[in-house]
């Protein structure tokens, strides 16, 4: 059946949902429309998402929202209770790694085991959890899922009074998986939206987040971002859906960021009405930063005020902010809140104020939207219109992409750089269908910054950039840019003593791949021979990675912190296939909760590997480590010999 938007017949629709109920026995809760629609109108305007950004808006005030997900209800209850009185006006659940994938049967296990999860797992709490949270609380809650296949975690959360849920076709379906297709991403998407449709036709306005494919890590360029974000809205839209929330980021330049903001009121709006969405409410969203921060709180508070200044200067409707716990790990409630704070006391201070249009801002906005509208009309025009048909067709032929994603059906041909001034520009446009305007611009901008480097060539900024915002956090690059690429190349300087063969990957079902492509850029530059398996990678593949190159080294990624199941026997395996000898190392971010990094370093030894690298590790220090350790290998061969 070929794509398209047309919404999905109500026969059709319901006979899909008896599928999806059955995905896990708690789908059951959720059966009866009827009665979730009534436990919505008997909750009242302040526990729904539109309802509360519709009064946000008259009022002139930007709501405040986060991200918060933990195992159980009470402990979900508890911390949703202490953000609230922060002064959230928005609160989340955002769900463990298992339920992004559907392994319902793990978590299970794991509760039982009392094994920590990284999340809410809102399926296997069933439409009782959902409910008792939402009678706990006094605010609307929103569903950040993260996954694939959101279509049972949207109906349980929708049955129990939640009135949001984030992600989209772009986001979820490029940034966050491997190998899935664009095709069942788009009909997971349009069975939510159509979801969210059939309450909207009973009187009851669910809301989405478009998340907009703007890259992990953070490299977020705007048009990329903005054209996301408005396409995944008339997808939902489409579909009977009557409250969308387009959404944009932080990135490294304010000006370009409050354009940004500028650009996805007016498109948003436009495109929504071109399509005959006129009922459909639009709000913006500004998200702070997503790339890593200062492990340091107080430094990370910095980070915070920043993005809060950016959202409120630039008229976001809504931010979604970050605690200063975030670069150690799972924040705990009292960051979540201490963040809260912070932001609401900047809102406070700022009120109403915008940042008065310059020539700067006018330029970048006029730049953008030029960008921006190119890349949706392009999809808009192969599509015949459908935005559905024109997106699974658009990425096919690279006229719309996200750059540095794991996807295998991502064209992965633009190549994003910063200029002079930190602003995201193109080094490499790929498919991607600007007008020779932009393009100019863009090169000349680049120039500007291969200037100010003394003639750098640019493929080595790219590089420096990406470098900088895994270790150097870019909202904190007060130094020139010039300054910090020096410390970018330096970090790089470490050379292999001798040539070997490195297996690397992002092991069990963790979907984040920025760091592991920068890494396996650093091994190859010091002269190892990488072969880098990506994202989503098991045991097994692994081992016959190892195999086939001969590898001596096995490096191992994960951030999502569940690594300690996901290796538990891996050496074991190792040996048992002849490859005991093989250097084991592993990196990220390998626990949740508030876990000591020795209880870590110590758990991770125990389970075979050689070395065990913190979240803010360098690579020239792991290149160190491999140095080191094939040395002294060959140094106890030779004696052997």
């Known amino acids: 059946m070929e794509i398209s938007n047309k919404k999905i017949p109500l026969d059709e629709f319901l006979a899909q949902r008896r599928e999806v109920l059955q995905m896990w026995p708690t789908g059951s809760e959720a059966a009866d429309l009827g009665e979730s629609v009534a436990y919505h109108k008997k909750q009242g305007v302040q526990k729904n998402f539109s309802a509360v950004m519709a009064q946000a808006r008259k009022e002139g005030r930007m709501a405040i929202a986060l991200r918060c997900g933990k195992p159980t209800v009470e402990q979900q209850i508890e911390d949703?209770?202490?953000?609230?009185?922060?002064?959230?006006d928005l609160l989340p659940v955002t769900l463990d790694s298992y339920t992004r994938n559907l392994r319902f049967a793990d978590i299970d296990a794991d509760l039982k085991a009392g094994r920590k999860l990284n999340g809410y797992p809102i399926v296997n709490c069933g439409v009782s959890g959902s409910r008792r949270i939402m009678e706990a609380v006094h605010s609307p809650i929103t569903i950040k899922h993260g996954s694939i296949d959101a279509r049972l975690a949207a109906e349980i959360g929708f049955a129990g009074g939640m009135s949001d849920i984030n992600g989209n076709v772009y986001s979820w379906g490029l940034t966050y998986n491997k190998n899935v297709s664009i095709a069942s991403i788009i009909r997971v998407q349009q069975y939510i939206a159509r979801l969210m449709g059939y309450y909207a036709d009973h009187g009851v306005i669910l809301a989405n987040e478009q998340g907009g494919g703007q890259g992990p890590g953070c490299f977020r360029v705007p048009c990329i971002s903005l054209s996301n974000t408005i396409l995944g809205a008339l997808i939902t839209a489409g579909q009977g859906a009557k409250c969308v929330q387009p959404a944009t980021g932080q990135g490294t330049n304010m000006v370009q960021d409050i354009a940004s903001l500028h650009v996805l009121r007016k498109l948003s709006r436009e495109y929504l009405d071109r399509c005959g969405h006129f009922d459909v409410e639009a709000y913006t969203i500004y998200h702070q930063w997503q790339g890593s921060f200062p492990e340091n709180p107080d430094d990370a508070m910095g980070v915070i005020c920043t993005g809060a200044v950016t959202a409120v200067l630039g008229g976001a409707e809504q931010t979604v902010i970050k605690s200063p716990q975030e670069g150690v790990g799972v924040p705990t409630k009292e960051s979540n809140a201490a963040g809260v704070r912070a932001v609401r006391e900047v809102r406070s201070i700022l009120g109403g104020q915008r940042m008065p249009m310059s020539?700067?801002?006018?330029?970048?906005?006029?730049?953008?939207?030029?960008?921006?509208?190119?890349?949706?009309?392009?999809?808009?025009?192969c599509g015949n219109g459908d935005p559905a048909l024109g997106t699974l067709r658009g990425i096919e032929s690279g006229i719309v992409e996200v750059p540095f994603t794991p996807s295998v059906y991502n064209y992965g041909k633009a190549i994003p750089v910063r200029d002079?001034?930190?602003?995201?520009?193109?080094?490499?446009?790929g498919n991607l269908p600007f007008s020779e305007r932009a393009r100019k611009y863009n090169r000349a901008k680049i120039e500007e910054r291969v200037a100010k480097e003394g003639g750098r060539p640019p493929y080595e900024m790219v590089n420096d950039?990406?470098?900088?915002?895994?270790?150097?956090?870019?909202?904190r690059l007060a130094v020139s840019v010039t300054e910090s690429a020096k410390k970018a190349v330096a970090a790089q300087a470490a050379r292999a003593v001798r040539p070997a063969n490195i297996v690397m990957g992002?092991?069990?079902?963790?979907?984040?791949?920025?760091?592991?492509?920068?890494?396996?850029?650093?091994?190859?530059?010091?002269g190892f021979h990488v072969t880098n398996l990506g994202s989503f990678v098991s045991q097994e593949e692994f081992i016959?990675?190892?195999l086939e190159t001969n590898a001596e080294v096995i490096s191992v990624s994960s951030l999502y912190g569940h690594a300690a199941i996901d290796c538990a026997g891996f050496k074991e395996k190792l040996i048992e296939a002849g490859l005991g000898d093989v250097l084991l190392y592993i990196g990220g971010i390998l626990a949740v909760g508030k876990t000591s990094w020795e209880e870590i370093e110590?758990?991770?030894?125990?389970?075979?590997?050689?070395?065990?690298?913190?979240p803010a590790t360098k690579p020239a220090e792991t290149i160190s480590w491999i140095n080191a350790d094939l040395a002294a290998r060959d140094a106890a061969a030779k004696r052997r010999a």
């Not at 992002?506 to 010091?526: E, K, P």
């Open 506 to 526: 992002v092991i069990g079902s963790d979907s984040h791949a920025i760091g592991n492509r920068l890494l396996a850029y650093a091994y190859r530059d010091a």
């Open 80 to 88: 949703l209770l202490y953000i609230e009185a922060a002064g959230a």
């Open 602 to 614: 110590t758990s991770f030894r125990s389970l075979g590997f050689d070395r065990v690298a913190r």
């Open 544 to 546: 016959k990675a190892a």
């Open 359 to 381: 020539d700067a801002l006018a330029q970048e906005i006029d730049i953008l939207e030029d960008e921006t509208r190119s890349i949706i009309d392009a999809v808009l025009d």
């Open 420 to 429: 002079a001034d930190r602003a995201y520009r193109f080094l490499d446009f």
């Open 465 to 475: 950039d990406v470098f900088c915002m895994m270790t150097d956090r870019a909202p």
